[in-house]
């Protein structure tokens, strides 16, 4: 699957009035690319892989809408496609999100949802920085869906707030390669 076709899948969802999911996915994508690009001159990346994985990471929304369950189900979507690199970033975009007592259903295994990759790493901090067309700071996306989640889903707020630490070391790992963090190659 190149992008324009992904693309094409992303419009033929019915996407609900008022949701900005669709948006999100071809803003982390961009975001991603643009990480990649920086990221180019100094490891081997291809950033049109990775701003593919991007736009696909959050198809899932297209069945729900569960911090969880969406990940499952762009694996699904994607396995069902052929698309098994695909599946993979649909299930551990957000690094380490499951819930053990779903994965038998799916054939999955914990560690099916951990970043291992530079690429995937990217699409983990893309989604961290995209929040409604804006490209912002971890702390500001984060705090926003904390908010939200809250109120709906109280028991995913460690799993949020544990995100934090996470995006941290990945920026490290990105100065490491490139002399600059995440903020200063996206200038915000």
């Not at 081997?44 to 297209?62: A, T, Y």
């Not at 889903?153 to 600059?180: A, H, T, Y």
């Amino acid at each position: 699957m190149n992008y324009q076709q992904a693309l094409e899948l992303l419009k033929s969802f019915d996407i609900k009035e008022g949701h900005d999911w669709d948006r999100h996915c071809i803003q982390v994508g961009a975001i991603a690319n643009r990480l990649a690009q920086a990221l180019k001159p100094f490891v081997d990346i291809d950033p049109d892989r990775v701003r593919l994985m991007g736009l696909v990471h959050d198809f899932g929304r297209s069945v729900t809408h569960c911090p969880y369950r969406h990940a499952y189900e762009g694996y699904k979507l994607m396995k069902e496609l052929g698309e098994d690199h695909l599946a993979r970033i649909c299930a551990c975009h957000s690094n380490g999100t499951y819930r053990e007592e779903e994965l038998p259903e799916y054939g999955l295994k914990p560690e099916d949802f951990f970043v291992t990759c530079l690429e995937e790493k990217l699409i983990f901090i893309a989604d961290n920085l995209e929040s409604h067309g804006r490209v912002v700071r971890q702390q500001e996306r984060l705090e926003e869906t904390i908010k939200r989640y809250r109120l709906s889903n109280p028991d995913f707020v460690p799993i949020l707030e544990s995100k934090f630490g996470e995006f941290k070391q990945f920026d490290q790992e990105i100065r490491q390669i490139c002399g600059k963090s995440v903020y200063e190659i996206l200038e915000i």
